[in-house]
């Protein structure tokens, strides 16, 4: 009976590894794939980018009222947390992909031709990175909620 409990903790362990690879190489991939900022007013163009241009000039989104990229900051965190096959707190995870979720909203966007105007920024990028953050807050949900491991246990 031991045997088997170790053998679920170890597959426990590879899995929470392998979601922790997952969401890595899926931010690693958004950072080289298409995104576009997607004008909301006429008279704009549309701008192509990369995921690069997001995640070097990401942290200036307070200028654009856009507090997305912050969101990478937890998110590395509960990466590093898989990793070392521990899952993130609820909470951690909650957080990060809500203030990541924010980056679907418009944000100003400055262009020196057209002017300033508020956009969308859409693409395969965006859904990418998003999508990492999903991933870690799943196994963070379902000890929580599917398991209960966040509950404190009654006493008999």
């Not at 690693?28 to 298409?34: E, G, L, P, V, Y």
């Not at 993130?88 to 957080?95: E, H, I, M, R, S």
Request: glycine fraction near 12%.
């Amino acid at each position: 009976m031991p045997e088997t409990q170790h053998q679920s903790a170890r597959g426990e362990s590879a899995l929470l590894v392998s979601l922790g690879l997952l969401s890595a190489g899926l931010w690693a991939a958004s950072i080289f794939t298409d995104l576009g900022f997607y004008p909301l007013f006429h008279g704009s163009a549309y701008s192509p980018g990369t995921g690069w241009t997001l995640l070097i000039w990401g942290w200036l989104g307070p200028t654009g009222l856009s507090v997305a990229w912050y969101g990478n900051i937890p998110l590395l965190i509960c990466i590093a947390m898989l990793l070392g096959s521990r899952r993130p707190g609820l909470g951690l995870a909650t957080v990060s992909l809500g203030i990541a979720a924010s980056g679907l909203l418009p944000m100003y966007t400055y262009d020196m031709v057209p002017g300033s105007t508020w956009s969308l920024v859409r693409g395969p990028a965006v859904w990418l990175w998003l999508a990492s953050f999903v991933i870690v807050w799943l196994p963070a949900a379902h000890s929580r909620w599917v398991t209960g491991a966040g509950q404190p246990h009654k006493k008999l």
